[in-house]
């Protein structure tokens, strides 16, 4: 009796094991009006963390699910939770006829994808080395985004002083950062003023205390505007933003309903229209873009600043807004170049 | 100003004394735990994921009561069931206790995940009700002691408060003797009539409950409300090498976390004049630190022992 009571418990936490990197087949619980096609192209979203960052890889499920409504595919989910992504990879490929991963991190589907030859990659937020005849990378011009976001940032800055939480120091969430810069340069040579840009990384996506610690030692370094990059980590950059009463600027999504008084506006990446699009392509069977990076701009809509839901708390006047406006056009037509750290 | 100095205030700063409190809580409280387990002879590393959930079941106590002293509530009871469960396996099943550690921990990574998404969706928990914050106005006046120590979550102080009675507990009451030799001399201790599996019981439990509270500190006091998947990020494994270094004196375990708590806040202030990645290593160059001087500490009473008991006695 009592091994078997030990047996059955250790049988359990087994099981949980896989609670954490569920898959969630969505085939089998489609819903009665039949909305999905049977014949529809199945995809699988692969990302590299975990959902309910809020920001990125949220988004792309979004975009996915949009898909899924329209009944233009059968949508699976994989989360990674920051390992096995190779092997996520091959288990997503065994099934679907398209590969969405989701992360910068997944540079294995150079070797994978051509195992694959009959299956459809997206690999966002990075590029393959050389072309894989059956992969389309999608970047974003986060550099351009964030301009505009160290334009607000400087702005808005009392002290002259701001900063950015990023995840880690990587290609691309310095490709955030040198963006950043510029824009907060390219304010204080309109104005006359002298902004110093204050750079943390937490080394962790999902640790909030982290976060909230980082943005406390650039507030106490005077920053009182502060970009967060670190996805769920992030979430902690806002916490520090409502006790110290600072700024905070928002990522990826448009995070302002998540505190409306502290996070003054986001740079989106629209991560998850661009999967719609991409994919809605792919499905009407036009596949030009296989085989090429997809370099999604801020002219395209891709990426640009999110001031919250209409009604919302506005905290930054509209001359500035309107200046966001203008760079953004000249970013679009090519008069400003904004330094990228992307290959 | 020169630089150099500017660099020196903003690294050594009262903010980093402050941070240096709140970071070194919840590790300080699991260590705690700790101790106790270590004391009754249980290598736990299970203590991560007790923090994992004490995080998660706070917050779902304060979200669901729209209490945080609720939410506490919730996470002592299950700390309390949770240290029941790792007593079960670990004491009565006498399963190896490496094992159940690992198991506790990914199993709290899965439970958390799962339960997170069923009550909140995938967004996560955020801006439940949280614990206060202490405010005492005297202590203002007192230069860089007064602003550190002011204005901290409930819990900073609340865990001076537990480290002294731990230390009572411990090293001052026959229950603190008794649950030191379950760990040290067992057969002695049965042969004065007292079980030691029941000391080892209540030392399953006490770290249950400890390491809830950590986590409640965590997701309560330092972060308002929030529970993010996989939050605990390794404190559970820093609070382990705080006993190994304390040698499971909870005064000194609280001093070593202090120590982490230290480093991590110099770490993120140093940012910016050296590389993230550098900044990043500085615990666990600490650890390797700890654990030389624990092995040389051995040695050492190693040494003694042999002295004390004669050439070749073994």
Same mark, same amino acid.
């Given at each position: 009796m009592k091994k078997l009571f030990a047996l059955l418990l250790a049988a359990v936490l087994l099981l949980t094991l896989f609670v954490g990197c569920k898959k969630t087949d969505k085939n089998d619980k489609t819903d009665a009006s039949g909305s999905t096609d049977a014949n529809a192209a199945k995809l699988?979203?692969?990302?590299?963390?975990?959902?309910?960052?809020?920001?990125?890889?949220?988004?792309?499920?979004?975009?996915?699910?949009?898909?899924?409504?329209?009944?233009?595919?059968?949508?699976?989910?994989?989360?990674?939770?920051?390992? &096995?992504?190779?092997?996520?990879?091959?288990?997503?490929?065994?099934?679907?006829?398209? *590969?969405?991963?989701?992360?910068?991190?997944?540079y294995d589907v150079a070797t994978i994808a051509p195992q694959y030859p009959n299956v459809k990659f997206i690999w966002i937020d990075n590029a393959t080395d050389a072309p894989v005849a059956n992969v389309l990378n999608i970047t974003y011009a986060q550099n351009e985004g964030s301009y505009l976001a160290g334009y607000i940032a400087a702005a808005m800055s009392k002290n002259h002083v701001v900063g950015a939480v990023g995840g880690e120091d990587s290609d691309t969430i310095n490709d955030f950062i040198v963006g950043y810069k510029q824009g907060a340069a390219e304010y204080d040579a309109k104005n006359g003023a002298t902004t110093t840009v204050l750079v943390n990384y937490t080394n962790s996506y999902d640790d909030p205390?982290?976060?909230?610690?980082?943005?406390?030692?650039? &507030?106490?370094?005077?920053?009182?505007?502060?970009?967060?990059?670190?996805?769920?980590?992030?979430?902690? *950059?806002?916490?520090a933003a409502a006790e110290k009463g600072f700024y905070a600027i928002g990522v990826d999504s448009d995070q302002k309903y998540i505190n409306p008084d502290a996070i003054i506006c986001s740079m989106k990446k629209e991560v998850g229209n661009s999967i719609y699009d991409a994919v809605k392509e792919f499905v009407s069977g036009n596949t030009s873009k296989l085989g090429t990076t997809w370099q999604t701009t801020l002219a395209e809509g891709y990426v640009g600043i999110g001031y919250g839901e209409d009604g919302s708390v506005q905290q930054i006047p509209d001359e500035v807004k309107q200046a966001v406006e203008e760079y953004a056009q000249k970013i679009g037509s090519g008069?400003?170049?904004?330094?990228?750290t992307r290959r | 100003m020169s630089e150099f100095e500017k660099a020196l205030s903003t690294v050594f700063s009262v903010g980093t004394l402050q941070q240096m409190l709140r970071s070194?809580?919840?590790?300080?409280?699991?260590?705690?735990?700790?101790s106790m387990t270590e004391h009754a002879g249980i290598?736990?590393?299970?203590?991560?994921?007790?923090?994992?959930?004490?995080?998660? +079941?706070?917050?779902?106590?304060? +979200?669901?009561?729209?209490?945080?002293?609720?939410? *506490?509530?919730?996470?002592?009871?299950?700390?309390?069931?949770?240290?029941?469960?790792?007593?079960?396996? *670990?004491?009565?099943?006498?399963?190896?206790?490496?094992?159940?550690?690992c198991a506790i921990n990914t199993f709290a990574v899965g439970l958390t995940s799962y339960l997170s998404r069923s009550f909140f969706g995938t967004a996560g928990a955020k801006g439940n009700p949280a614990l206060p914050v202490l405010h005492l106005a005297f202590l203002n006046k007192i230069p860089i002691l007064g602003p550190m120590l002011n204005d901290q979550s409930l819990f900073v102080y609340l865990t001076w408060l537990i480290v002294a009675v731990a230390w009572v507990f411990v090293y001052k009451t026959p229950y603190g003797f008794w649950l030191r030799a379950s760990g040290e001399k067992p057969d002695t201790l049965r042969t004065a009539g007292i079980s030691p599996t029941k000391m080892k019981w209540i030392a399953s439990v006490l770290c249950g409950l400890l390491c809830a509270l950590a986590g409640a500190h965590l997701s309560l006091g330092h972060l308002k409300g929030t529970f993010a998947e996989n939050m605990s990020n390794s404190r559970g494994y820093i609070a382990f090498a705080c006993v190994i270094f304390a040698a499971a004196n909870p005064a000194k375990a609280y001093l070593a976390a202090l120590m982490f708590g230290f480093f991590e806040a110099i770490g993120l202030r140093l940012q910016g004049y050296i590389s993230s990645d550098l900044t990043q290593i500085v615990p666990y160059v600490i650890t390797i630190v700890m654990m030389v001087y624990v092995v040389v500490r051995k040695q050492r009473q190693r040494k003694r022992t042999a002295k004390l008991e004669g050439p070749a006695s073994a």
């Open positions: 699988s979203l692969v990302v590299a963390g975990r959902f309910g960052d809020r920001s990125f890889y949220d988004s792309s499920k979004e975009g996915a699910e949009r898909l899924q409504k329209e009944g233009l595919v059968q949508l699976s989910t994989i989360e990674c939770n920051g390992e &096995n992504f190779s092997a996520q990879m091959q288990n997503a490929a065994d099934k679907a006829n398209i *590969v969405v991963c989701v992360g910068w991190e997944f205390a982290i976060g909230k610690e980082c943005a406390i030692a650039l &507030n106490d370094k005077g920053a009182d505007v502060i970009f967060q990059i670190a996805s769920a980590a992030g979430d902690g *950059v806002f916490d008069e400003i170049k904004v330094e990228t | 070194a809580t919840p590790v300080a409280l699991a260590a705690i735990g700790g290598m736990n590393i299970g203590m991560d994921g007790m923090i994992l959930m004490g995080a998660f +079941f706070a917050v779902l106590g304060s +979200f669901l009561a729209q209490s945080a002293f609720a939410g *506490v509530a919730l996470t002592l009871g299950v700390g309390l069931l949770v240290g029941l469960f790792f007593g079960l396996l *670990v004491v009565r099943y006498r399963s190896d206790e490496f094992i159940i550690g």
